[in-house]
């Protein structure tokens, strides 16, 4: 690969590099509502507290069946549902796994995730344990995206100044603050998105 104008990628990794697909058969299954799993997992305080390791992924999948069996009131159910979900293996987009493949050994690589302490785990179920040089994970850093520390410490982690990283995430709020940081951001909608930054060519926003 030509080398590209950045010095590092920092990428995220849900919504660019895996996409999870829709719970509605598993929690018709289990006999939930569609969204019922949604509704509590990603809602704070339960995705806070995982997302910054204040509490364990099995913690934060406990405290889920908690909530889910007292909204519905079946500890069956929602059992049933946390097991289907947590079982469910997410889409990997290849194409963008074949750039991050061929930009390793040009330009340092890393994941920056709003992750729960189940990731690496993750990442090796669907054979993307390798996929970068470094996996900066906010769970171990007990700070979340967009907090400017995340970006600080990505930065650190690869040995690249801010100026000149290239931050890809498809949350607006997280290219925003990346720009802040000092990055240069792009807002990730398509595999085409990243490789168009790659060559200094892609369009902010």
Known sequence: MTEPPFGALLCDIDGVLRHWPPLDEIERAAGLPVGAVAAVAFTPPLIDAAITGRTTDAEWRAAIVAELAAAHGSADAAEAAVAGWSAVLPRVDHEVVALLTALRGVIPVALVSNATTRLDEDLARIGLADVADAIVNTSALGVA??????????ADRVGVPAARC??????????????????????????ADLRLALTGTSQPG
């Open 166 to 191: 290239l931050f890809v995430d498809d949350t607006e709020a997280n290219v925003v603050a990346a720009r802040a940081a000092g990055m240069t951001g792009v807002h990730f909608r398509t595999a």
């Open 145 to 154: 995206k967009p907090d400017p520390r995340v970006y600080a410490l990505a």
